[in-house]
C-alpha cells in the first residue's frame, strides 16, 4: 500500500535545484510553511494559557544575559496584569526566546522546533541603536481588520533597558501590544498626525480621544483658555492648542485621575489595569468612549476593546479560574548545525520503472549540491533489514568528501522489510550525535509502499517524542512514486530533468524564508512569431558586491535573448539551458552587479505563441549576512491572513503586500499582482497605501487590495510586483507608530522623520490560496455587495433655527469597494441597541427631510459623500443612525459605524477640522433641491414663533448669496 502518515506526524517535502547556482540559498528546516495568522507561528491556547509563543532576538543584538532575565521579568509580570484584566481567562503559559547563533553556546539552551526561527517569530526585538537603524518604538504589524490577529510584535533593545521609562512600565507595553497582536484591537488614542488629539463631544464637552468616556478638561492656545475648538486652526492636533485634564499641569497624556483609563488608552498610568468596556453597569473608569475618533471605534465600528475580546475564540473557550499563579515557562532556543539523515528505500518495490536509479542518483546530487556546509549527514538504507551505512557525520565544502559519501550505498534493489523500520535506526544515528535531537531531519528516499509492520504510522510517537521532522526528497517526475506525507508544499510546479537531475522553479513552491534571496524582478510576456519584447531591471545599491542571479522560462524553443548592463557589458552566451519535459529554463552563473540597470531583449523564434518568464535574484544573506552590509536592501512580502476563502460565506479574500527595510515602512510604492485562476486566466489587482477601502492605515507599508473575481474551486496563484514612483522613501517615528505604544510627553503633533531612497523594484516569492464553494453562476449573477462603511461621521450640527446635521462618509461601490453604488439607506433610532441589533426595522431617513443632496444616487467608490439632513420632526434629545449602500440586485452592504448625536438645544458640536464649502466658479441651485428646501420651510414655519420665522428669513437671504456658487458634487451648504 502506499504510505500517507497521519496529521501528528510533522513532514514536508524538500526541493532543491541540483545543478543550477540557487541551491546553495536553500536550508531545510525553513521549507515548512507556518499554519498560522500570516504565515507565521500559531500561537495556541489551551486551558486560558497561551502557548507556542516565540520571542525572537536579532542577530544585530549584543550578546546579554542580563537581556534575558529582563525579557523574562516583563513577560511575567505581563502575564499577571493580562490575567487580571481579563477577569482571570488568560495568561501566558510557555514562552520560548530564540537567541542568535553567534550568541555563546550554553548547554542548557534547546534546538529550536520545526519553524522557531525570527522569520516566523510572533515577537521580535531587536537593536535600536544598531547601524540598521530599526524602530525606536514598540508597535505591531496589523495589516488585518478587527478581531484578527496582527502578523508580529515589535519591541526595541530599549524596553528591556535602563531607558524603558520613555514608554512606561515595559510589562504594560506588551499587554497592549498583545490587545493588537491577538485579538486585533486598534489604539484608543491618537495614531497619525492628522488624528484629533481632542474632540467636542454632542454634549459640548471636549474630551480626550481616548477611553474611558466623559473626560473633561480645558483647552489652551498659549497660556490663554479657549471656549471653542474653532478657534484651533487645523484642527485638535494643531500645535496652537492642547488640552489638559482638570487638575492635572503635566499634559493629558501623561496620566488621567482615579485610575480611569484602559490598556488600549492610558496604559501608561500605574493603576489602569482593564480594557474598555461598552456595559451601562460596569465600571464607570473604563468605560467606552462611543464618539472618541480613535482607530479603535472607526476600525471595530464602535465596539469597545472588552467586546471585541469577548468575540475571540480565547474569551469564548476559557472560564474563570483561580491560579496560584499566572507565571509562564520559558525555554532558550538557539539554532545549531543541522542534523539530517537519509533513507535509501532499495527494496523490491524500487525496481519498477528504474525507480532505484534515479533514487541514487537524485540522492548524489542532493549530497553535492542541496546540503548546507557544515551540517551533519548520516544515512540508513532499506532492503532485507535496516543497515546504517554512515553515521551523521559533518559536510564540509570540499567535494572530495562528498565523494567519500558515495561510498558503500546499495547498488540494486533486494528483499522487502519494513519502512517504518528505518525511523528508530535514524534517531539512533542521531542520537549518536546529540542528546538532544529535536529539529533534526530524517528525509526519506522512497516510493512510499509500507506494507510491513512496523510502519511508519506505529513509530509516530518515537518521531513525537524525539522532536524530529520527518521529511521527504524527491526523485520522480511522476509524483505518485515519490513518498506522500502531509503538509507537503505545493508540488505541481516542480520540474524534473530528462537526465534525472532535479531542479526547482521558485515562483511556485512555498519556500517563504525571504532572508535566503531577494527576488529583484519578474518579467512575464506572451510572444508570437517574432515579437519582441524590451523591458529593463534595476539593481539598487543594496546588492552592491552581491552575487546576482539571471534566468528564464520558455516552453517550445529557447527565445533570442540579449542581456546589457548599463555600464556596456553584454551578456551573450553566459546562460546554461536546462531541458525539461513541460518547461524549459536558462540559467546564467552568478555575477558581481554593482547598482545599475539591466536591459534585456526577447525575441521569440517559435512557430506557435508562447509564453517566456525573465527572472533576477540575488543571494544577499548566503554569503554576507545583512548586518554586515552598508545599505539594508528593502524586502517584500505578499501575505493573507488565511490562504482559505469560502466564496459562498465571504465574497471576496483580501491580499495585502508588505514593503519594509529594517521593520521601517517604505511608502510611495507603485504594487501590482497578477492573480492567476484555476483555469489559467488572470486578474490584475493594484494595492493602495492610502487609508481607504481595506486599507487600514496610510502610509504604513502595508498596501491592501483584495480579490473577488472566481472563477471556480480551486488554486488561485497570487504573483506581485513592487516598483517606485521615482524615488522611494522610508519613514521612521520615534515618537509614535501606527499601532503601537505612545510615549508619555505626546502635547504636539506627531512627527516622522523620513528619508529617501534611490529607484528600487521587487517580485516577491508568489502565494497561493484555495476558494471552496464557488456558486456555479457567481460570474453571470452579482453576489457582492457594497462594502461596509466605517468613517459615517457628523461634520456640524446647528440646533437653533432649522435642526440640521451635516454628515459625511467614504462611498463604497457597487462590488466591494469597486464601481458605483445604487442608494443607501440611512436609518436612527433612540437607543443604540436596536439599530445594531434591528437595523431594518427601526426608522428611515426619507428624501423630504434632506437638503441639497439625495441618498439615491451615491458617489463613484473612495468619494466622500456630504449629507444635509433635517431633524426638526424628532422629539427626543439624543439619536443614533447608520447606514448602508446597496447595489441594483438589492445586495445589501453591512450596516456601517453607529453614530450617536444629541439633539439639545445649545450643545453645538462644532468640528475639530472646520468644514469649508469648495466651490470652482457660477452655477445655479438645482431648482429640485431648491423646491424641497422651500417646501420643508413652509412645513416649519407653521411651529415656529415669530422670532423662529425672523431667523428663517436670514437663512433664506444667507442661501440666496451662496446659490451663486458652485457646489462640488453633492457637497452642502451648511445652514449656520
Given at each position: ?51 507556542n ?44 526566546i530564540?537567541?542568535?547563533s553567534?550568541?555563546s ?48 510584535m ?19 507595553v ?13 489604539d484608543?488614542f491618537?495614531?497619525?498626525p ?8 454632542n454634549?459640548?464637552?471636549?474630551e480626550?480621544?481616548?477611553?474611558p ?7 489652551l ?42 490598556l ?47 468575540e ?29 539523515v ?13 525507480k ?25 538504507s532499506?532492503?532485507?533489514?535496516t543497515e546504517?551505512v ?7 565544502e ?26 528508530p535506526?535514524?534517531i539512533?544515528?542521531l ?5 538532544n ?18 510502519t ?32 507537503t508544499?505545493d508540488?505541481?510546479?516542480t ?29 512575464e ?10 523591458f ?69 523564434t ?8 525573465f ?21 517584500a512580502s ?7 476563502v ?15 527595510q ?6 510611495a ?26 486599507d ?20 488561485y ?12 522613501k ?41 476558494a ?18 466605517t ?16 454628515l ?50 451615491p458617489?463613484?467608490?473612495?468619494n ?16 443614533y443612525l ?18 450617536e ?12 477640522t ?18 424641497k ?44
Amino acid at each position: 500500500m502506499k504510505l500517507f502518515v497521519v496529521n501528528t506526524v510533522m513532514a514536508f517535502l524538500v526541493f532543491g535545484s541540483l545543478k543550477g547556482s540557487f541551491s546553495k540559498l536553500l536550508e531545510f528546516q525553513d521549507f515548512q510553511d507556518p499554519e498560522g495568522p500570516w504565515r507565521r507561528q500559531p500561537i495556541l491556547i489551551q486551558d486560558g494559557g497561551y502557548q507556542n509563543l516565540l520571542v525572537a532576538v536579532h542577530g544585530e543584538v549584543k550578546e546579554s544575559i542580563g537581556l534575558i532575565e529582563n525579557i523574562k521579568d516583563a513577560f511575567t509580570k505581563a502575564s499577571q496584569i493580562l490575567y487580571e484584566a481579563t477577569k482571570q481567562r488568560v495568561y501566558f503559559q510557555d514562552i520560548s526566546i530564540l537567541v542568535p547563533s553567534q550568541w555563546s553556546k550554553n548547554s542548557s539552551y534547546e534546538s529550536p522546533r520545526p519553524n522557531e526561527t525570527y522569520h516566523t517569530s510572533r515577537v521580535i526585538l531587536r537593536d535600536e541603536e544598531s547601524d540598521a537603524a530599526p524602530p525606536a518604538v514598540p508597535f505591531v504589524r496589523q495589516p488585518g481588520g478587527c478581531g484578527e490577529e496582527g502578523e508580529y510584535m515589535y519591541l526595541p533593545r530599549r524596553l528591556f533597558g535602563s531607558e524603558h521609562s520613555i514608554f512606561g512600565d515595559p510589562a504594560k507595553v506588551i499587554v497592549h501590544l498583545w490587545g493588537h497582536l491577538r485579538w486585533g484591537l486598534f489604539d484608543e488614542f491618537p495614531t497619525t498626525p492628522n488624528d484629533q488629539f481632542f474632540f467636542q463631544s454632542n454634549q459640548g464637552r471636549v474630551e480626550p480621544s481616548f477611553c474611558p468616556a466623559e473626560l473633561t478638561g480645558k483647552v489652551l492656545q498659549g497660556n490663554r483658555e479657549v471656549a471653542n475648538l474653532s478657534v484651533c486652526t487645523g484642527g485638535g492636533n494643531n500645535v496652537s492648542c492642547e488640552f489638559l485634564l482638570t487638575d492635572n499641569d503635566d499634559g493629558w497624556l501623561t496620566r488621567t485621575p482615579n485610575g480611569r483609563g484602559s490598556l488600549m488608552s492610558s496604559y501608561l498610568q500605574d493603576s489602569v489595569k482593564q480594557f474598555c468596556h461598552s456595559e451601562d453597569e460596569g465600571d464607570v473608569n473604563s468605560r467606552h468612549n462611543h464618539e472618541a475618533p480613535t482607530q479603535q471605534n472607526r476600525l471595530c465600528l464602535g465596539k469597545s476593546s472588552w467586546d471585541v475580546i469577548v468575540e475571540s475564540g480565547d474569551i469564548m473557550t476559557s472560564q474563570t479560574r483561580r491560579l496560584n499563579h499566572a507565571k509562564p515557562n520559558f525555554r532558550i532556543v538557539q539554532k545549531v548545525d543541522q542534523l539530517f539523515v537519509v533513507v535509501l528505500d532499495a527494496r523490491e518495490n524500487m525496481k519498477e520503472n528504474n525507480k532505484f536509479q534515479r533514487m541514487m542518483e537524485a540522492y548524489k546530487h542532493y549530497v553535492y549540491d542541496l546540503f548546507p556546509p557544515y551540517s551533519h549527514l548520516g544515512v540508513v538504507s532499506v532492503n532485507k533489514t535496516t543497515e546504517k551505512v554512515f553515521p551523521c557525520l559533518k559536510l564540509w565544502e570540499t567535494p572530495g568528501f562528498r565523494w567519500f559519501m558515495d561510498r558503500d550505498l546499495p547498488t540494486a534493489p533486494v528483499n522487502h522489510s519494513s519502512l517504518g523500520a528505518s525511523i528508530p535506526k535514524a534517531i539512533e544515528i542521531l542520537q549518536e550525535r546529540r542528546d538532544n535531537i529535536s529539529g533534526s531531519v530524517i528525509l526519506i528516499m522512497s516510493d512510499g509502499t509500507d506494507d510491513i509492520t512496523p510502519t511508519i504510522a506505529d513509530v509516530q510517537d518515537d518521531i513525537a517524542s524525539a522532536g524530529v521532522v520527518l521529511a521527504s526528497l524527491p526523485f520522480s517526475a511522476n509524483f505518485s512514486e515519490n513518498i506522500i506525507l502531509p503538509n507537503t508544499v505545493d508540488v505541481k510546479y516542480t520540474e524534473f530533468l530528462e537526465n534525472g537531475k532535479i531542479h526547482q522553479r521558485y515562483q511556485g513552491t512555498r519556500v517563504t524564508d525571504w532572508t535566503r534571496f531577494i527576488r529583484i524582478a519578474k518579467e512575464e510576456v506572451y510572444l508570437d512569431t517574432d515579437d519582441e519584447y524590451r523591458f529593463h531591471v534595476t539593481i539598487d545599491v543594496a546588492f552592491d558586491g552581491q552575487e546576482v542571479f539571471l534566468r528564464f522560462f520558455w516552453r517550445n524553443s529557447k527565445p533570442e535573448v540579449s542581456v546589457t548592463m548599463e555600464d556596456g557589458t553584454t551578456l551573450a552566451n553566459y546562460f546554461n539551458d536546462y531541458i525539461g519535459r513541460k518547461t524549459n529554463y536558462s540559467e546564467a552563473d552568478p555575477m558581481l552587479i554593482n547598482s545599475q540597470k539591466i536591459y534585456v531583449y526577447l525575441n521569440s523564434t517559435e512557430p506557435s505563441p508562447q509564453t517566456i518568464t525573465f527572472e533576477v535574484f540575488t543571494g544577499l544573506s548566503v554569503r554576507n549576512d545583512e548586518a554586515l552590509v552598508a545599505v539594508r536592501p528593502v524586502r517584500a512580502s505578499l501575505m493573507m491572513y488565511s490562504s482559505l476563502v469560502n466564496v459562498t460565506k465571504e465574497r471576496m479574500i483580501r491580499i495585502y503586500g508588505t514593503v519594509s527595510q529594517v521593520e521601517r515602512p517604505i511608502t510611495a510604492c507603485i504594487v501590482k499582482a497578477d492573480v492567476i485562476n484555476p483555469e489559467g486566466g488572470k486578474t490584475t489587482l493594484l494595492f493602495r497605501d492610502d487609508g481607504k477601502g481595506i486599507d487600514n492605515h496610510r502610509e504604513d507599508g502595508i498596501y491592501s487590495a483584495y480579490f473577488t473575481n472566481f472563477t471556480s474551486n480551486g488554486d488561485y496563484h497570487v504573483d506581485m510586483s513592487v516598483k517606485i514612483r521615482k524615488r522611494g522613501k522610508w519613514k521612521r517615528v520615534d515618537d509614535l507608530f501606527t499601532s503601537g505604544a505612545m510615549t508619555p510627553k505626546l502635547k504636539y503633533p506627531i512627527r516622522y522623520r523620513y528619508g529617501g531612497l534611490p529607484p528600487f523594484q521587487r517580485a516577491p516569492l508568489p502565494i497561493t490560496f484555495t476558494a471552496s464553494d464557488v456558486p456555479k453562476d457567481f460570474q453571470t449573477l452579482d453576489y457582492l455587495p457594497p462594502a461596509i462603511i466605517t468613517d459615517l461621521r457628523l461634520v456640524t450640527t446647528v440646533l437653533e433655527s432649522i435642526p440640521t446635521l451635516t454628515l459625511a462618509w467614504t462611498a463604497p461601490g457597487d462590488d466591494f469597494m469597486e464601481g458605483q453604488a445604487t442608494g443607501y439607506e440611512l436609518m436612527f433610532t433612540s437607543t443604540r441597541s436596536a439599530i445594531r441589533d434591528d437595523f431594518g426595522q427601526v426608522e428611515k431617513v426619507t428624501e423630504d427631510t434632506l437638503i441639497y443632496a439625495t441618498l439615491k444616487k451615491p458617489k463613484p467608490a473612495l468619494n466622500t459623500e456630504y449629507l444635509n439632513v433635517t431633524v426638526a420632526f424628532y422629539s427626543d434629545s439624543r439619536i443614533y443612525l447608520a447606514i448602508r449602500a446597496f447595489d441594483e440586485y438589492n445586495n445589501f452592504g453591512d450596516i456601517s459605524n453607529i453614530l450617536e448625536i444629541s439633539l439639545i438645544s445649545g450643545n453645538t458640536s462644532v468640528p475639530v477640522t472646520p468644514y469649508r464649502l469648495q466651490t470652482t466658479g457660477q452655477t445655479e441651485i438645482n431648482q429640485g433641491n431648491l423646491s424641497k428646501v422651500v417646501f420643508s420651510l413652509i412645513v416649519l414655519i407653521g411651529t415656529l414663533s415669530a422670532t423662529g420665522i425672523f431667523v428663517l428669513v436670514s437663512v433664506l437671504v444667507a442661501k440666496k448669496v451662496k446659490s451663486r456658487q458652485k457646489v462640488s458634487g453633492s457637497i452642502p451648504l451648511v445652514l449656520k
